[in-house]
């Protein structure tokens, strides 16, 4: 059975009364050589366990399977339960569970698989999601090696960003603390059933082993990112005293030139996240003097 075949996800879909939801961004992929090289360059390591989800009609859960030891197949939609278990069924080494990737505890489904060996997650993700899920993933804190997503191309610019670059931003420096990522492939909209209005980028982010910063205080790490975002347009000095009221904005300026060595007029898009560490810790200090 070809589970790429428009035809036959149709039958199948027909089979089982399913409809495709789009509350739940059901668009299906329907070309093999997509499915494959997604599921060759998830991972380098066969004796890991694939946590994929929304696995939709199996197709990328097939190709997962016959490359690593075990996949986890996260489901939200409880009709695609029954058709799963029907496409999947020569697959001994997949589990299918019907949760809502959001809601279950990753800790609990995954205890085994990470005391086994490495963990990889890979997903085909609705839109509609793909930064809380991917967000949830990195904040969880679990060991995974890679997170390798399909995702939309304008969100996959700014996740692979370079510092000062006009797609950088607060969610670029914040992946950056907890991750790399690279860009792997295009993939056109009218690869999908039914077909999304803008193209898809597959990207792999790479989980720090070590985390290379850490801040005095993470939240107000995160706080500093986001206040030199929110108001982009505005210098660092301007967009860090709306929020920091704390502080005197003389007191800021100074922080970001003499201390941090910054340009006065610098934007909040050109800080790495190194830099944002140090400015963090700066302002830390200060605030708690
Ligand atoms: N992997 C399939 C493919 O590539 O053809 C389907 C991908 S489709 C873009 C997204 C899948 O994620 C759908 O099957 C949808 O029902 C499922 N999904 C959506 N939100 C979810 C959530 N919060 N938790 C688990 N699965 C979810």
């Known amino acids: 059975?070809?589970?790429?075949?428009?035809?036959?996800?149709?039958?199948?879909?027909?089979?089982?009364?399913?409809?495709f939801r789009k509350e739940f961004g059901q668009n299906?992929?329907?070309?093999?050589?997509v499915v494959e090289s997604i599921a060759d360059e998830c991972c380098d390591d066969q004796s890991s366990t694939i946590l994929e989800i929304g696995p939709g009609a199996g197709s990328l859960t097939r190709e997962l399977a016959l490359r690593y030891k075990n996949v986890i197949a996260v489901e939200i939609d409880n009709g695609l339960i029954p058709l799963l278990k029907y496409t999947l069924d020569e697959h001994k080494n997949v589990k299918v569970v019907n949760a809502d990737v959001m809601k279950i505890?990753?800790?609990?489904?995954?205890?085994?698989?990470?005391?086994s060996g490495p963990v990889s997650v890979c997903a085909n993700l609705p839109y509609y999601i793909t930064t809380p899920i991917m967000m949830m993933l990195l904040e969880s804190a679990l060991p995974f090696?890679?997170?390798?997503?399909?995702?939309?191309?304008?969100?996959?610019?700014?996740?692979?960003?370079?510092?000062?670059?006009?797609?950088?931003?607060?969610?670029?420096?914040?992946?950056?603390?907890?991750?790399?990522?690279?860009k792997l492939f295009v993939v056109r909209s009218d690869r999908f059933l039914p077909e999304p209005k803008v193209d898809s980028t597959v990207i792999r982010i790479k989980l720090h082993k070590e985390r290379p910063y850490h801040p005095l205080n993470e939240e107000m790490f995160f706080k500093t990112i986001r206040a030199a975002f929110e108001q982009r347009r505005k210098t660092l000095p301007n967009a860090l005293s709306a929020v920091f009221t704390e502080l005197q904005k003389d007191q800021i300026t100074s922080i970001i030139t003499d201390v941090c060595g910054l340009p006065a007029d610098i934007r909040?898009?050109?800080?790495?996240?190194?830099?944002?560490?140090?400015?963090?810790?700066?302002?830390?200090?200060a605030i708690s003097k």
Do not use: H, P, W
Not at 105 to 115: C, H, I, Q, T, Y
Not at 155 to 173: E, H, M, P, Q
Not at 268 to 285: A, M, N, P, T
């Open 268 to 285: 909040g898009e050109r800080l790495s996240c190194e830099q944002f560490v140090s400015l963090s810790d700066e302002l830390y200090k």
């Open 105 to 115: 505890d990753l800790r609990e489904l995954l205890g085994d698989a990470f005391e």
């Open 28 to 33: 299906f992929l329907i070309d093999n050589m």
């Open 145 to 182: 090696d890679y997170i390798t997503i399909m995702i939309q191309s304008e969100v996959a610019d700014r996740l692979c960003a370079k510092a000062g670059s006009k797609a950088y931003g607060a969610i670029t420096a914040v992946l950056n603390y907890y991750a790399e990522a690279e």
């Open 1 to 19: 059975m070809n589970l790429c075949d428009i035809k036959t996800i149709k039958q199948l879909m027909a089979m089982f009364s399913l409809n």
